[in-house]
């Protein structure tokens, strides 16, 4: 079954301690991205990567880090977590970027707590 | 990027159609409209999606008016499963790959 997973789906969490939510895609895509969504505020994207070794930032990518070392997998790293990035978060990937009309699948979700 | 307008909410009675609008009078002429629903505890799931003509998918149709300033989500029969929220995005090959999913419209669904 083609799909996006995401580990772990609930984290609590406590200011300052790293920790990394990992995602990982089937489907051989190219393109993969992290969003947060809060309450309104909606979904915002935190990093993108177009393929390996290849990752650039979205719009809020303040307090997070990314890698892309294997097609399949792009964890997203909260070296020192803090309150305000207690949000639910998104994994998302995608066929390559010639197809504009491509769908984006998305992971079921983590949803991060930082006390 | 250009904007999107929605209703905040819609209701519907199961298995009837739903019509859900979308206003983009700003649209250029390279935007493709695209629909992604988001069910209660889940991500995004894709929809459908067209750039000047109406589609047609297993999921729902999409009516796009003649000058594309607005276009109509179609469940041709509303299930409770249907009940999420709808967000009409526009997307070019300028805006690249990030979603602009705005607020969208909340669908509820009732017995």
């Known amino acids: 079954e083609a799909q996006v ?7 609590i969490t406590v200011t300052g301690k790293k920790l990394t939510v990992t995602c990982s895609q089937n489907m051989n895509h190219e ?5 947060r969504q809060d309450p309104g505020l909606g979904l915002r994207q935190i990093y993108y990567s177009m393929n390996v070794e290849v990752t650039d930032k979205g719009d809020v990518p303040e307090g997070y880090k990314v890698s892309r070392k294997e097609k399949r997998n792009f964890p997203l ?3 020192s977590p803090s309150p305000n990035q207690t949000s639910l978060y998104f994994c998302a990937s995608s066929r390559r970027r010639e197809e504009i009309s491509n769908e984006q699948f998305f992971g079921p979700g983590t949803r991060l707590t930082v006390l | 990027d ?14 009837e159609p739903v019509h859900l609008p979308c206003n983009h009078s700003t649209i250029s002429g390279t935007d493709y409209i695209h629909w992604y629903r988001q069910l209660p505890s889940q991500g995004p ?5 067209g750039l000047t003509s109406n ?23 509303a299930t409770l ?11 070019d090959w300028n805006s690249g790959y990030a979603l602009n999913f705005g607020k969208g419209t909340s669908l509820l669904v009732t017995p």
């Open chain 1, 5 to 11: 997973t995401q580990n772990p789906r609930y984290l």
């Open chain 1, 31 to 35: 393109y993969m991205s992290w969003y």
């Open chain 1, 77 to 79: 790293i909260l070296e």
């Open chain 2, 2 to 15: 250009a904007k999107t307008t929605q209703p905040n909410s819609m209701e519907s009675n199961e298995e």
């Open chain 2, 45 to 49: 799931e894709y929809v459908i999606h």
């Open chain 2, 55 to 77: 589609v047609n998918n297993r999921m729902a149709s999409l009516a796009i008016a003649e000058d594309r300033k607005s276009s109509t989500l179609i469940l041709h029969r």
């Open chain 2, 81 to 91: 499963r249907d009940a999420a929220v709808y967000y009409c995005i526009l997307r």
